[in-house]
């Protein structure tokens, strides 16, 4: 019989990009110009829409510390 072990790691603005690269630590501007994704191909223009706005990554205690994309 085999055990798995859980790491847990506290997300932080210092460590987020170690732990999840696809996060950009300088927060998002409020104004980005769409483009072009083959992945959304198939997709009507309002889905596409949504998948280009912005996520703000939070930490454990709710200060942000970065931003992401949807896609």
């Known amino acids: 019989m085999s055990t798995t072990t859980t790491t847990t790691h506290t997300v932080t603005a210092d460590n987020v990009i170690r732990l999840f690269p696809e ?8 104004h980005r110009k769409p483009v072009q994704d083959n992945d959304l191909e198939g997709y009507d223009e309002e889905q596409i829409r949504l ?8 930490d454990r205690d709710d200060n942000p510390i970065g931003s992401a994309s949807k896609k």
């Open 51 to 58: 998948m280009e706005e912005v996520c703000i990554v939070l």
């Open 23 to 30: 996060v950009d630590a300088s927060l998002a501007s409020s």
